[in-house]
């Protein structure tokens, strides 16, 4: 790979005020340097280790790309001896960033070809007043505010990818028709914190007490289903990290005893229905639960309370067609002309809480073909309604936090 190589980068851990920081760094590293991209197609991956996502986020990235570089942040480095590891010392200024760029292009194969460089307008814009050497950590007191003359539609869109990328991940489509491509889009729900939240929720109301899960950190949720309530002792971007990778007999269960009273007493409680639901879309980041089946109709048995959880992109429009009962998850993503992981993680989520099922018969796959065929795409509810709505949710949302209710 030559010096001029864009490379491909992706962030592991970032919410949406700190990505946009980093955007602004990159545009100050040099020109074609770099560009954000999604986990899948990144040459290389950039996590700070210094918080409570940190252990979570390189051994998951390390195990998911074994092969991938990774540039490390931190205040003390000296995490390892892995020659894929790039550590840089924090603050972390520009001369060190690209100092680990430049290691990194020498540790990727050689390729050909060049990758057209793109950053947000405004980021390159409020960029031209920043020092050259402003360190990261710097930029996220720095950051310009949006225009306020902007427009809500723009503004929306680009609240919804930010905040579908912490729900939804960013997993490329692939051609549903070919068996190896197709292999990716499935996961095994039991053999994550998805899974294991089931099997802890039947056992608690099999005694009828409530149980916790913990790991090797300590405990991570205290679940009470016979009040419908879940209290996380964990932040929700520790959380999500957990959830996104295999548990691999790490999660415990236990019963909750008298002496776990006061931790409990110092945590908020949520509903169990809103941690099922964002631990599916964690585990999912746009995939479906194995033994799916892409042209079996779905059925929407009721509609998911998407005043009180998270809403993934298109999840309206999608829960639209379903309600039909005649289209099947491929005749989804074509009428709807959306990416695959919306669909694919809104039935995820559904597919937790029981609101969907498959339709097998004859019958119903007949009239689903002719339907599919015969039908236009559905249109997007009305904007002025939905996009108040979830323009609400969104810009209220905290950072890092599912959108409140």
Not at 13 to 23: H, Q
Not at 391 to 396: I, M
Request: hydrophobic letters at 45%; proline letters at 8%; charged letters at 20%.
């Amino acid at each position: 790979m030559t010096a001029q190589t864009t490379l491909r980068l992706c962030h592991s851990g970032m919410d949406s005020r700190s990505l946009y920081a980093f955007e602004i760094f990159l545009s100050r590293v040099g020109p074609r340097a770099c560009e954000i991209t999604g986990e899948e197609a990144a040459d290389v991956a950039f996590i700070d280790i210094d918080n409570d996502l940190g252990t979570y986020l390189l051994e998951g990235h390390r195990l998911l790309y074994p092969s991938r570089p990774l540039i490390v942040s931190a205040q003390s480095p000296g995490h390892g001896d892995d020659p894929l590891t790039i550590e840089v010392t924090k603050p972390v200024g520009l001369a060190a960033f690209s100092a680990a760029l430049e290691q990194v292009r020498r540790l990727l194969p050689p390729t050909t070809g060049d990758r057209p460089r793109s950053l947000d307008a405004a980021a390159l814009e409020s960029a031209d007043d920043i020092p050259d050497e402003m360190p990261i950590e710097a930029l996220l007191g720095h950051v310009a505010p949006r225009p306020a003359s902007a427009d809500p539609v723009a503004l929306l869109r680009q609240l919804e990818e930010r905040m579908s990328t912490f729900y939804v991940g960013s997993m490329p489509d692939v051609n549903l028709d070919d068996p190896a491509a197709r292999a990716a889009i499935f996961y095994a729900p039991e053999l994550f914190l998805q899974g294991e939240i089931a099997r802890a929720l039947a056992h608690a109301r099999e005694i009828q007490r409530p149980v916790r899960l913990e790991d090797r950190s300590g405990t991570a949720l205290f679940l009470d289903p016979r009040h419908g309530l879940a209290y996380q002792a964990r932040s929700t971007n520790a959380l999500r990290a957990l959830s996104q990778l295999p548990t691999r007999g790490t999660v415990n269960m236990a019963r909750v005893e008298a002496r776990d009273a006061p931790q409990v007493a110092g945590l908020d409680s949520r509903p169990l229905e809103a941690l099922e639901w964002d631990v599916a879309l964690w585990a999912s980041r746009g995939r479906l639960p194995r033994g799916t089946d892409l042209d079996h109709p779905v059925r929407l048995h009721c509609w998911p309370n998407l005043t009180r959880l998270a809403v993934p992109p298109e999840a309206m429009r999608i829960a639209g067609l379903w309600s039909r009962g005649s289209f099947s998850l491929r005749d989804t993503v074509r009428t709807l002309e959306v990416p695959q992981r919306y669909v694919f993680a809104f039935y995820s989520a559904c597919h937790a809480l029981g609101l969907v099922e498959q339709i097998a018969t004859p019958a119903a796959l007949a009239a689903a073909r002719l339907d599919a065929t015969g039908s236009t795409p559905a249109a997007a509810p009305p904007m002025r309604g939905l996009f108040k709505r979830i323009l609400g949710k969104l810009l209220g949302a905290r950072l890092g936090e599912a959108a409140p209710g």
